[in-house]
Nanobody, 129 residues
Framework: DVQLVESGGGSVQAGGSLTLSCAIS????????LGWFRQAPGEERDGVAARYVPGQMSYYVDSVKGRFTVSVDKAKNMMYLQMNRLKPEDTAMYYC???????????????????????WGQGTQVTVS
């Protein structure tokens, strides 16, 4: 079974940094898209960043460009989200997700679509004050 497990969330002051991790297991595809999404209380779940595997293509929504970096260590089956210069509006539950069919296309066209992603982690909370 596919399993994605996030970790690394926590509370941080504005301007600080956090690195989220996503451990991926049971995912047997050679090419796929890994994404980070977030959901604030009372809000819809929104895409944040994505990385196509294999390769170096990464995608970011405008609100996190220049502050967040997504990376993948395929040998360790891990994805990371380095978050710098955090803002209170970054407060949310963060989820990692995997998609074997759409090649990160929704992120590529600037309209991340959670419905493209079939497999999800349970989330990790990030609070910025």
């Amino acid at each position: 079974d596919v399993q994605l497990v996030e970790s690394g969330g926590g509370s941080v002051q504005a301007g600080g940094s956090l690195t989220l991790s996503c451990a991926i297991s049971g995912y047997g595809y050679e090419e796929y898209c890994l994404g980070w999404f977030r959901q604030a209380p009372g809000e819809e779940r929104d895409g944040v960043a994505a990385r196509y595997v294999p390769g170096q293509m990464s995608y970011y929504v405008d609100s996190v460009k220049g502050r967040f970096t997504v990376s993948v260590d395929k040998a360790k089956n891990m994805m990371y989200l380095q978050m710098n210069r955090l803002k209170p509006e970054d407060t949310a539950m963060y989820y990692c997700a995997a998609d074997s069919r759409h090649h990160c296309r929704s992120f590529y066209v600037g309209a991340p679509n959670e419905n493209d992603f079939a497999d999800w982690g349970q989330g990790t909370q990030v609070t910025v004050s």
